[in-house]
């Protein structure tokens, strides 16, 4: 450790080294922190049925049924006729929406 002598500094010079060692301390402990911690997880997508989607959209479930055949919207397929939205989907689908 560095050893440092103050003689003859005003207050403002002060506040600076403090500031600038604090700095420097906080910036190496956050480079550490962030190299060993691991990536945040990402939140899975919430599957919903055609009446949630249709509400989300604020559609009525035919148009919901003509979007999927126009491929506005992409449905999941689960347990042979079923199908689920995600959200992220219908949210890509609403920002399409509103750019046209």
């Given amino acids: 450790m560095q050893c440092v002598q103050i003689q003859n500094i ?7 080294l403090f500031a600038e060692a604090l700095f420097d301390v906080l910036k ?5 922190y962030s190299q060993t911690q691991p ?11 055609k009446k949630e989607a249709a509400a989300y959209l604020k ?3 035919p148009t919901l ?11 999941v397929t689960i347990t ?20 046209r």
């Fill in 10 to 16: 005003d207050k403002n010079e002060l506040r600076e």
């Fill in 28 to 32: 190496t402990r956050f480079s550490e």
């Fill in 39 to 49: 990536p945040a997880q990402t939140i899975p997508d919430k599957l919903l049925t």
């Fill in 59 to 61: 559609i009525s479930l």
């Fill in 65 to 75: 049924t003509r979007y999927v055949k126009l491929g506005y919207v992409k449905a």
């Fill in 80 to 99: 042979g006729t079923r199908s689920r939205f995600r959200s992220s989907d219908l949210d890509k689908c609403l920002r399409g929406l509103r750019s």
